[in-house]
């Protein structure tokens, strides 16, 4: 392996936004800590600037995150420019800001709405969510989207709290009719770090794996794992997509403007109010190191999967507060 640097595009593929960091929940796993807004969040006129260079640059995918992007009064303003630009845009939200109006009016702007769903039960979502009565309602408001024929994806967080309830999901999101199923693992950062007795052990995310690869062969839906080390499964599963996109097709930008490789970590590499996206993906010392696979320390910097893998930069950077340390969430 004399070439260790992963190569990639001058300009990202995918960009994922974090358009504010105000939200209407306080969910008990969220590592934004999202609630109030920040006093220094991009103005509707530099949201519209950055729009602007994305577009000019033929980014493909723009994924609105918070925060809840809802709760920034003129989002729909700049999610319409982004759409009018010929951006194929996504949210991710708890859609409990949702009305009749915006689902038949406005809502089919996006290529896919991520709705946060964690489990398949009110006991087990609203321990997540921190709110009564978010379950009924998030699943009135799928079953609302659903109908009017947009494409619905489902976030859930996986935990212990409901890692034994995987087939129940698997039911409840065929009954849904739901396009996509996204699974991140609960990580002890923001507001999760008390929750730290319900992240799954290494071994735990192994046999999750697993199990989720052989519960969706056959589900008309796609699952998207964000975790590199899925590849060490070799697995066959058509339904199953599975990669890390940090710095190689994709990047993050915070609500104030910071660019990080990674939503997961406030790790950044410029500002887009000082530099361009394509100078700080190109030329960041952040970005180039996320590239550089020799630089990965730890177990992940001898493994024999390091080019295929390279680890979670999140979960080095959370339990190191060093994302070129090596990955302990993983079994190997």
Same mark, same amino acid.
Not at 243 to 268: L, R, Y
């Given at each position: 392996?004399?070439n260790?640097?992963?190569?990639? @595009?001058?300009?990202?593929?995918?960009v994922?936004?974090?358009?504010?960091?105000a939200?209407?929940l306080?969910?008990?796993?969220?590592?934004?800590?999202?609630g #109030?807004r920040?006093?220094?969040?991009?103005?509707?006129?530099?949201?519209?600037?950055?729009v602007? #260079?994305?577009?000019?640059?033929?980014v493909?995918?723009?994924?609105?995150?918070?925060?809840?992007?809802f709760?920034r009064?003129?989002?729909?303003?700049? @999610?319409? !420019?982004?759409?009018? /630009?010929? *951006?194929?845009?996504n949210?991710?939200?708890? /859609? +409990?800001?949702?009305?009749?109006?915006? *689902?038949?009016?406005?809502l089919?702007?996006f290529?896919?709405?991520?709705?946060?769903?964690?489990?398949?039960n009110?006991?087990?979502?609203?321990?997540?969510?921190?709110k009564?009565g978010?379950?009924?309602?998030?699943?009135d408001?799928?079953?609302?989207?659903?109908?009017?024929?947009l494409?619905?994806?489902?976030?859930?967080?996986?935990?212990?709290?409901n890692?034994?309830?995987?087939?129940?999901?698997?039911?409840?999101?065929? #009954?849904?009719?739901?396009?996509?199923?996204?699974?991140p693992l609960?990580?002890?950062?923001?507001?999760a770090?008390?929750?730290?007795?319900?992240?799954?052990?290494?071994?735990?995310?192994?046999?999750?794996l697993?199990?989720?690869?052989?519960?969706?062969?056959? @589900?008309?839906?796609?699952?998207?794992?964000?975790?590199?080390?899925?590849v060490?499964l070799?697995?066959?599963?058509?339904n199953?997509?599975a990669?890390?996109?940090?710095a $190689?097709s994709?990047? @993050? $930008?915070?609500?104030?403007?910071?660019?990080?490789?990674?939503?997961e $970590?406030?790790? *950044?590499?410029?500002n887009?109010r000082e530099?361009?996206?394509?100078?700080i993906?190109?030329?960041?010392k952040?970005?180039? #190191?996320?590239?550089?696979?020799? +630089?990965?320390?730890g177990?992940c910097?001898?493994?024999?999967?390091?080019?295929?893998?390279?680890g979670?930069?999140a979960?080095?950077?959370?339990?190191?507060?060093d !994302?070129?340390?090596?990955?302990?969430?993983?079994?190997?």
């Amino acid at each position: 392996m004399n070439n260790q640097f992963i190569k990639t @595009a001058n300009y990202p593929y995918s960009v994922g936004w974090a358009i504010t960091n105000a939200c209407n929940l306080r969910c008990v796993h969220c590592n934004m800590n999202s609630g #109030e807004r920040i006093e220094n969040e991009l103005t509707k006129e530099e949201c519209f600037q950055l729009v602007d #260079e994305l577009s000019k640059n033929n980014v493909q995918r723009l994924t609105f995150f918070g925060g809840e992007p809802f709760a920034r009064k003129d989002f729909m303003e700049i @999610a319409d !420019y982004a759409f009018q /630009s010929g *951006i194929f845009i996504n949210v991710t939200t708890n /859609s +409990l800001l949702f009305t009749d109006e915006l *689902i038949e009016n406005d809502l089919y702007k996006f290529e896919l709405i991520r709705v946060s769903l964690d489990g398949p039960n009110a006991d087990t979502h609203e321990f997540i969510r921190n709110k009564k009565g978010s379950f009924e309602k998030t699943i009135d408001n799928i079953k609302k989207m659903v109908a009017s024929g947009l494409d619905v994806g489902v976030v859930t967080c996986i935990s212990h709290k409901n890692i034994n309830q995987l087939e129940e999901m698997v039911e409840l999101l065929k #009954e849904l009719k739901i396009k996509r199923w996204f699974l991140p693992l609960l990580s002890s950062a923001g507001r999760a770090s008390s929750l730290s007795k319900e992240v799954l052990t290494p071994l735990e995310v192994r046999d999750f794996l697993i199990k989720v690869d052989n519960l969706t062969k056959d @589900a008309p839906f796609i699952v998207n794992l964000d975790l590199p080390y899925t590849v060490l499964l070799k697995s066959k599963n058509p339904n199953m997509k599975a990669s890390c996109p940090a710095a $190689i097709s994709e990047m @993050a $930008i915070f609500a104030n403007g910071d660019v990080s490789p990674c939503c997961e $970590i406030p790790v *950044i590499g410029g500002n887009i109010r000082e530099k361009s996206i394509k100078d700080i993906w190109n030329h960041s010392k952040v970005f180039q #190191e996320f590239r550089n696979r020799k +630089l990965v320390k730890g177990k992940c910097g001898s493994c024999k999967f390091l080019m295929n893998c390279g680890g979670c930069r999140a979960n080095a950077y959370i339990k190191y507060q060093d !994302y070129l340390e090596g990955d302990d969430v993983c079994w190997k």
